[in-house]
């Protein structure tokens, strides 16, 4: 069995006995050339082609074993017929493929050819399709034949923007569409890897993603073809990917977090991708899976984690799980306490965005504490920071920025908003990168999340993060989801609201609304408390799951008026 392949990539050792010399000595080399395509891929196909890549099934219990070699044959078929149609190196193609197998081989395809690719997910409506295929002139969109909608939206962004030459249809047939099943494997196997300026590599853009747009329009991040590197540490030190393991993140394959963990970073380490095609999420069809397949580890937003718990594990055999990861949205203490009760598995949380890769995080050296995100990842130079630029002392909230070091970008951050220096210039200037997110350091160095910046609610004098809040309403047993956002007050500047959605078969009335008060003063400063409270049954959020507090605010200005 070949070794990963993450070590060739190393300037450091790979193991360490504490964070500190983990944060001092690990460093990324940075090859002088390098395509995850080529060097990565095709290698592991050439040296062990039978290795698994993927290990995929859906709810039918349909089953696909991929190995190395197939992904390598049908990219290469795959770029052959994108090149027939016309793509070309730095063309952008938006991908609409869901959990499909065919994500893998399409996308690596166009790594191989330079394309830019841009994952979006099934659930854009006809009006966010036109805006991003102006907004980045997309090229040629590959869709799913699952679902008529967004078909129907495509054909619609055809006929409004002229730059849209091409649409593909990964299985069936439909007029104006070329059809993917039918073309590929017409196509050769034998794929030429470009020459000259026409090899994809380093510099060149790899990726474009928009982001979920809380509280305006998304934006388009880009990323060059070093950025699979910065996973290494993703799936490593975070999510402790194993060689021959066979590793589970839940997102579609439209969101960054996908290729997060189905994708770069278990391939670097060795590890299989393991894919469940599902409709909906449902808590024990999951777990059956992670039983059946003997799942290493596993990646998913705490919700997910919370619904999990509703089930009796006792039924599953998770003895292969190893590993646990945890990000996306505040962990409350209490339940990651109750997972650990159940499978004796820390989860182990951290903080990242689009524009990066993992930033913080929980790593195998550390002793963990839920409701942190961590510590540094030792890529980046990541500090808090006050409204003057100057590093917060421990306790105090600032926002958390990234700094260049002597003066070179590092691996695994974002090149820049699309054609927008203007704005990537607003986040990004003088060698800092401003996240947006703030949070405060403990005197041990861990971090802990407070919320978006614009979401900081001034109460009073006090500054309150809604995470804090949000985290101390999820530990009552009545509170399914919630959000907190600032109400205006003519006293205090602001008062805390909090919307909630309750678990079924429980009623909200004035009882329950100051029984919720009270435990909020229990669990965290009294000052905190939400003086408004509003049950509702369901939350405003983004395609992406985001809570869309500036959708919340907006209905209670309206409301004061």
């Known amino acids: 069995m070949m070794k990963p392949l993450y070590l060739q990539y190393l300037d450091c050792p790979v193991d360490y006995a504490t964070y ?24 592991i196909a050439q040296e062990e082609p039978q290795r698994t890549a993927v290990l995929w099934t859906d709810d039918t219990d349909a089953s696909i074993r991929y190995t190395f070699g197939e992904l390598k044959e049908e990219s290469d078929r795959a770029a052959n017929l994108l090149t027939e149609i016309g793509i070309r190196k730095g063309d952008k193609v938006m991908l609409i493929l869901r959990r499909h197998l065919q994500f893998w081989p399409i996308i690596i395809a166009l790594h ?23 907004a980045a002139d997309i090229k040629a969109v590959i869709i799913t034949d699952k679902d008529e909608g967004i078909l129907k939206a495509a054909e619609a962004a055809r006929s409004k923007c002229e730059g849209l030459a091409t649409l593909v249809l990964l299985r069936g047939q439909r007029d104006g569409f070329v059809s993917y099943e039918t073309q590929m494997p017409r196509a050769s196997s034998q794929w030429h890897k470009p020459e000259g300026d026409l090899y994809p590599c380093n510099g060149d853009t790899m990726l474009l993603y928009f982001t979920s747009g809380t509280t305006g329009m998304p934006k388009m991040v880009t990323h060059d073809f070093y950025y ?5 540490v993703t799936a490593l030190y975070w999510q402790q990917c194993i060689d021959g393991g066979l590793h589970f993140t839940i997102s579609d394959t439209g969101w960054a977090k996908s290729v997060w963990g189905k994708l770069y970073g278990q391939w670097l380490t060795g590890s299989a991708v393991f894919v469940f095609d599902f409709e909906r999420f449902i808590a024990k069809d999951v777990l059956r899976k992670m039983s059946e397949h003997h799942v290493t580890s596993f990646c998913a937003p705490p919700t997910m984690y919370r619904y999990m718990l509703q089930e009796d594990l006792s039924a599953y055999d998770l003895s292969a799980l190893r590993h646990c990861a945890v990000a996306g949205e505040p962990l409350n203490p209490d339940m990651a306490a109750e997972w650990v009760k159940r499978t004796g598995i820390n989860l182990l949380e951290a903080f990242g965005q689009t524009e990066l890769v993992v930033t913080l995080a929980t790593f195998p050296f550390m002793k963990v504490c839920p409701g942190s995100m961590g510590k540094p990842s030792p890529i980046f130079d990541v500090d808090i920071i006050d409204e003057e630029g100057a590093s917060c002392a421990a306790g105090v909230t600032g926002e958390i920025v990234v700094r260049a070091r002597k003066g070179e970008t590092p691996i695994g951050m974002f090149g820049g908003y699309h054609q927008n220096p203007e704005l990537t210039k607003t986040v990004w200037d003088n060698g800092v990168y401003h996240t947006g997110d703030t949070a405060w350091r403990d005197e041990w160095g861990y971090y802990w999340y407070v919320g978006r910046a614009d979401d900081l609610i001034k109460s009073s004098g006090y500054r309150i993060g809604p995470f804090e809040v949000e985290s101390a309403l999820l530990e009552h047993p009545a509170v399914l989801e919630t959000a907190i956002t600032a109400v205006p007050d003519d006293l205090r500047g602001q008062v805390v609201k909090a919307t909630v959605v309750l678990k079924p078969g429980i009623i909200g009335d004035d009882a329950l609304k100051a029984e919720l008060q009270e435990h909020v003063k229990r669990i965290t400063a009294p000052y905190k408390y939400p003086r408004i409270i509003e049950f509702v049954g369901e939350l405003p959020k983004t395609i992406s799951g985001k809570i869309r507090r500036v959708e919340l605010r907006e209905k209670d200005r309206q409301n004061a008026q």
Request: overall charge positive; charged content about 25%.
């Open 112 to 134: 191989k050819i330079g394309v830019i690719a841009v994952p979006a997910t099934h659930l854009l409506t006809e009006k966010d399709i036109v805006y991003r295929v102006q």
């Open 228 to 232: 699979p590197l910065g996973h290494i």
């Open 20 to 43: 500190d010399d983990f944060n001092k000595r690990f460093k990324l080399a940075r090859p002088a050339s390098f395509n995850f395509a080529y060097d990565v891929v095709d290698r």
